[in-house]
């Protein structure tokens, strides 16, 4: 398996060449040059870590003891159950699929305790951005790494109580949280030019861990085969998965998915407040906003969809000279046009499409779900069909946002034990001003 960068720069590459990137050298994301196929009657058959295991070999295929590494992190003991991501039915042919079993209880742990294994051994400083669940994901998977430094952006003040407490409790030497003074798309754009120095990137040993990660994309491929076959007794059969998203990462793995042969009939889209994504699939334009607004689903409060360059990709034709010109118009004005494909559908969610949504499952079910969940479930409901089963993605248990389950429900959400007394732990961090010579000075001074 080769990669190439959306921007065309560069020779195609093996993925222990990527494995540490972000963005590339030309400032694209790479991409492989194919997809590959699915296995859908072999795989039905298999465990989360043998199916991972399958999947991932397509992708990794140069990676030495791939299987063992995958299952170290596909255990009870990590996730808490061996389906690793169970589908929980609400009712016949609706069912939410439980992402969030892993150590920070989060989605994002699925593909971070991959990653963290990927990198063990290797003299490391990862750099990242997060708007809640991703840095601390990649902090429980890295925390304690010898010859690993961890240096994750934050938007200061911007996440719920209990996510900054999370993140900032933790006390090993090599965790750096920098919260800084803005919004996410700060502390992503931060990001981006640090990789786009290319000496310091290298001097540095600059590796990333943000959804731009291709290992984090084809980790999160995996969990929509597993669902799939949870929802479905046959390989003729078609299922629509809806996904909340601010990034276009947790969904873009859907999409790959669909490319492999998954029989997906839909990717529903959903966004908050922020709906540049939703804006797009229903006009074809888009148009990035200056600021993200801060809502209840905070994790989803950005205005700048990293991965969205990698299906756009897809959609001119894997031109990277036509891909640029439209990120030209992006800088220049904005916005760009372009007809998007017919697999997705899309709407946004409001605070009070949340707060309903809440009680709703919790009413007619007694599922307590997240504003994150709930963002996904309001959007696909709207979508469902007959005799199609709908998959919503479980992104975040309701503990993360008390605040929000309290005012939809009047009451406190379960608190699993290992995270009592979180907020009150002490916190270790550092405000910074979205300054990239700062950031890169703080860098430099950690050996």
């Known amino acids: 398996m080769l990669y190439v960068s959306t921007r065309g720069g560069g020779t195609p590459q093996r993925f222990s060449g990527i494995l540490l990137e972000g963005l590339a050298a030309d400032g694209g994301l790479y991409v492989p040059e194919r997809f590959p196929q699915a296995d859908l009657a072999r795989w039905r058959r298999l465990p989360y870590p043998a199916l991972a295991n399958a999947i991932l070999a397509e992708f990794m295929d140069d990676v030495r003891d791939l299987a063992r590494l995958v299952e170290r992190t596909y255990t009870a003991r990590i996730f808490g159950t061996e389906d690793i991501t169970p589908l929980k039915t609400l009712e016949p042919g609706l069912h939410l699929l439980a992402l969030s079993n892993g150590p920070t209880a989060a989605f994002k742990d699925v593909a971070m305790q991959l990653l963290g294994n990927l990198f063990e051994g290797k003299r490391l400083k990862i750099l990242g951005a997060t708007s809640g669940d991703t840095g601390t994901a990649a902090e429980y998977a890295l925390r304690g790494k010898s010859g690993i430094q961890v240096f994750m952006l934050s938007p200061h003040k911007r996440m719920t109580p209990f996510q900054r407490a999370q993140m900032y409790s933790l006390q090993d030497k090599n965790i750096h949280n920098l919260a ?6 700060d502390c992503q754009d931060l990001v981006k030019k ?18 731009i990660n291709w290992a984090r994309v084809a980790a999160q491929v995996v969990y929509y085969f597993k669902g799939y076959f949870a929802a479905t007794r046959s390989d003729n059969e078609q299922v629509s998965f809806a996904v ?5 990462g947790n969904i873009y793995a859907g999409y ?17 407040e922020n709906d540049v994504l939703d804006e797009y699939f229903r006009t074809g334009v888009y148009r990035v906003r200056k600021k993200a ?70 009413g007619k079910y007694g599922a307590m779900i997240d ?49 009592a007394g979180l907020e009150e732990r002490p916190q270790r961090f550092e405000v910074i001003e979205p300054d990239v010579e700062l950031l890169k000075r703080l860098i430099a001074r950690e050996g």
């Open 180 to 185: 800084v003074k803005g919004v996410f798309d």
């Open 194 to 211: 640090v990789n786009a120095d290319a000496p310091f990137k290298e001097r540095e040993h600059i590796g990333a861990v943000n959804s």
């Open 244 to 248: 909340p998203t601010g990034n276009f």
């Open 256 to 272: 790959v998915a669909r490319r492999m042969g998954l029989p997906i009939k839909r990717l529903i889209l959903a966004t908050n």
């Open 293 to 362: 607004q801060q809502t209840s689903s905070p994790s989803m409060d950005i205005s700048k969809a990293s991965n969205f360059e990698r299906y756009v990709y897809d959609l001119v034709g894997g031109d990277p000279a036509r891909l640029k010109i439209l990120w030209r118009d992006l800088e220049a004005k904005g916005e760009f046009h372009l007809k998007p494909g017919g697999e997705f559908r899309s709407a946004r969610s409001t605070h009070a499409d949340r707060l309903a949504t809440i009680r709703g499952v919790h």
């Open 371 to 419: 504003p994150h969940t709930a963002d996904g479930v309001h959007v696909g409901l709207q979508y469902r069909e007959p005799g199609v089963p709908l998959v919503c993605l479980e992104t975040a248990p309701p503990v993360k946002f008390a605040e929000t389950i309290r005012e939809a429900l009047g009451r406190e959400p379960e608190r699993p034990a290992e995270f």
